[in-house]
């Protein structure tokens, strides 16, 4: 296991579509974070899960925005009708239940 | 309302030197703190942690401080070497909330 991987690393799309990432965990950790990260900013929380269960999400995180685990491995986050706001790095991480987070090398969405 | 600041968004250091990044919070909730270094095009790569009961963790050549009175957080790197220079970023962890709320970065640059 080589550590945090994300899927696509770049992805440009129109605005009104809709896309899906996807974000494989280091295989022993429980907890997986989604963040989006926006130029000169620090990574902003998205949602987090332990296992399958989705424990907090962000009031940031408008309704286009879902993210799902469904076996505890994997993650998927999914951004529909999207908007040129919506252009950013998104940062996927995960750990233990407790320790610091490993974070992946991101997916960045660019909305035309 | 930015409940983890970094006011400071670069520092220049000579090698050799120490280097010293602070950070600070306003939550209370926070019982974990944490650095992350980032390089440009990948995700924030964990350095080193410290919780809320301690004030002071050591790593080679990285200390953290805290000063929970003052809400207040450090790093520490000494000495100071050219590949240290990178963007590093503060994060405070609620584990209650099972979320971490970064700074905005701080841009290291360690000069030869």
């Known amino acids: 296991d080589t550590g945090v991987s994300q899927d696509p690393r770049h992805k440009i799309t129109k605005r009104g579509q809709n896309v899906t990432f996807r974000c494989d965990p280091i295989s022993e950790h429980n907890r997986l974070y989604w963040y989006r990260q926006t130029l000169g900013q620090g990574p902003e929380f998205l949602t987090y899960f332990q296992n399958e269960a989705q424990l907090e999400k962000s009031r940031l995180l408008s309704d286009r925005f879902s993210a799902e685990r469904p076996k505890g491995s994997f993650s998927t986050l999914e951004i529909q009708r999207t908007e040129q706001g919506d252009s950013a790095m998104y940062l996927c991480?995960?750990?233990?239940?407790?320790?610091?987070?490993?974070f992946g090398p991101g997916t960045r969405l660019l909305v035309l | 309302d930015q409940q983890v600041k970094q006011n400071s968004p670069s520092l220049s250091v000579q090698e050799g030197r120490i280097s010293i990044l602070n950070c600070d919070y306003t939550n209370s909730m926070f019982d974990y703190f944490l650095w992350y270094k980032k390089y440009p095009a990948e995700g924030p790569t964990f350095l080193i942690s410290?919780?809320?009961?301690?004030d002071k963790n050591e790593d080679g050549r990285f200390t953290v401080f805290l000063n929970k009175s003052a809400k207040h957080l450090s790093l520490h790197i000494v000495p100071s070497q050219p590949g240290d220079s990178a963007v590093y970023f503060c994060?405070?962890?609620?584990?209650?909330?099972?979320?971490?709320?970064f700074g905005d970065g701080t841009t290291l640059t360690v000069k030869p």
């Open positions: 410290i919780s809320s009961i301690k």
């Open positions: 994060a405070a962890h609620n584990t209650n909330a099972g979320k971490s709320t």
């Open positions: 991480a995960s750990s233990e239940l407790a320790g610091g987070q490993y």
